[in-house]
C-alpha cells in the first residue's frame, strides 16, 4: 500500500497497543489522511467497519456530539474507531470536553483527532492533547529533504534513483508529497522491466504536463533558443490560453538566479557549493551547472532589460485584452535578440 511505503519514512509506526487517543497535526494533510487510512485498516476489518466506524468534522459539529459515539460501545467487534478532522474549528467548551476526555478515554475507542496545518503549542489545549495522546507531526518537508525522501520512497518500492535524479524530479513537479508520489508511481509504471529511475525517464515521464512545459521553456529562453522557446510556448498555450502568469513567474526566478551568478562571490564558489548552499532556486548541482552556462549568456545590463520587460508583461496581462500568447511572442524576441 502506497500509504505504509510513505509513512515508513516519515517516522509514523503504529504502535503495537493502539492508544485510545491519537492526535495528528502538520502542514502535510497528504500525509496525515495516508495516516489515518493505514491506521483504520490496523483497527478494524473490513466486517467491523460498517457498525464501528464514524467520521466528524468540527465545522459542522460540537464534541458533545462525538462523544455520544465515543462511549458508545463497539458491535461485534474489539474496538470503535472515530475520527474528528479540523478539531482547530471547536469552540472551548468543545475543546475543554476534549482536554477531560483525553485523560480518561474509553478503552475500547480508538478517537483520532486532527488538526489542519501547522498547531501553536504553546496553547493549553494543545499541550494538554500532547501530553495525553500518542501525537504526530506530520510537517512538510524542506526542499533539501526532498531529493532524499524520494530516494527512500522509490526504495520502499522496488527500485533504485540517486539523489541527483531525485533532485530533478523534485525541481520538475514541485514540493507536495502527493504530487511527488503520483509521478514516482507514473515512472514505476513506465518501464517496468528497469530496476532504477533516470534522467531521461523523468524527462519522458513529466514531459506531458504543463509544469514541465513551463519549465522547459524557462530553460530555452535561459540558452536563447528562440525557435524551441516559440514551440513550447505554442504547446503551452494547446493546453491553457492564461497561462501567461506562470511563465512570468518562471522567467523572473531564471534571471533573478542569472543576476545573483553575476555577483563576484557567488561566481567564485564550485558548483557543489553553490547547490549545497541553496544560493539558486534549486539544490541540484547539474541545475547549477546549466544556469552558470545561461548567465554568460546574459550582461547584467541585458538582465536589467529583461526584469523591465516581464514588468510591463505583469502590468500588459492585467490591463489589456491582447493575447498573452502574442505579447509573450513579441516579449520572447526582445530578451533572446536584445531587439527592442
Not at 489515518?36 to 464501528?52: A, Y
Amino acid at each position: 500500500m502506497v500509504g505504509k511505503q510513505v509513512l515508513a519514512y516519515k517516522k509514523f509506526t503504529i504502535p503495537q497497543t493502539i492508544s485510545p487517543v491519537f492526535f495528528f497535526h502538520g502542514e502535510d494533510d497528504y500525509l496525515k489522511k495516508i495516516a489515518i487510512e493505514e491506521l483504520q485498516e490496523t483497527v478494524l476489518t473490513p466486517q467491523d467497519f460498517d457498525f464501528n466506524f464514524n467520521k466528524f468534522d468540527a465545522e459542522e459539529v460540537n464534541f458533545s456530539k462525538v462523544l455520544e459515539t465515543v462511549s458508545a460501545f463497539p458491535v461485534f467487534a474489539e474496538k470503535r474507531m472515530v475520527i474528528v478532522s479540523n478539531i482547530e474549528r471547536f469552540d472551548q467548551k468543545s475543546k475543554k470536553q476534549i482536554q477531560d476526555y483525553s485523560k480518561k478515554p474509553f478503552d475500547t475507542t480508538c478517537l483520532v483527532l486532527a488538526a489542519s496545518g501547522k498547531i501553536d503549542k504553546t496553547k493549553a489545549f494543545y499541550k494538554n492533547l500532547l501530553k495525553n495522546s500518542t501525537n504526530f507531526d506530520f510537517r512538510k518537508l524542506y526542499d533539501n529533504e526532498i531529493p532524499d525522501w524520494v530516494v527512500n520512497y522509490v526504495r520502499s518500492r522496488g527500485k533504485k534513483i540517486n539523489v541527483s535524479n531525485a533532485g530533478i524530479l523534485a525541481t520538475y513537479v514541485g514540493s507536495s508529497i502527493r504530487d511527488l508520489v503520483n509521478e514516482v508511481e507514473k515512472l514505476l509504471i513506465f518501464d517496468k522491466s528497469k530496476d532504477e529511475i533516470s534522467k531521461e525517464d523523468i524527462e519522458k515521464v513529466t514531459a506531458n504536463s504543463k509544469n514541465f512545459d513551463v519549465f522547459a521553456l524557462r530553460n530555452a529562453v535561459g540558452r536563447k533558443d528562440l525557435k524551441k522557446s516559440f514551440e513550447i510556448l505554442n504547446n503551452i498555450f494547446e493546453q491553457d490560453n492564461k497561462a501567461g502568469i506562470l511563465i512570468v513567474i518562471q522567467l523572473y526566478s531564471l534571471f533573478t538566479n542569472l543576476w545573483k551568478l553575476h555577483s563576484r562571490e557567488i561566481a567564485s564558489k564550485p558548483t557543489y557549493e553553490i547547490a549545497r548552499q541553496r544560493i539558486l532556486d534549486t539544490p541540484v548541482e547539474f541545475f547549477v551547472k546549466e544556469l552558470i552556462q545561461m548567465s554568460r549568456l546574459y550582461s547584467t545590463d541585458e538582465i536589467e532589460n529583461v526584469f523591465a520587460i516581464l514588468l510591463k508583461l505583469d502590468l500588459e496581462f492585467k490591463s489589456i485584452q491582447t493575447s498573452q500568447k502574442l505579447l509573450l511572442e513579441t516579449a520572447f524576441v526582445k530578451i533572446i535578440t536584445g531587439v527592442s
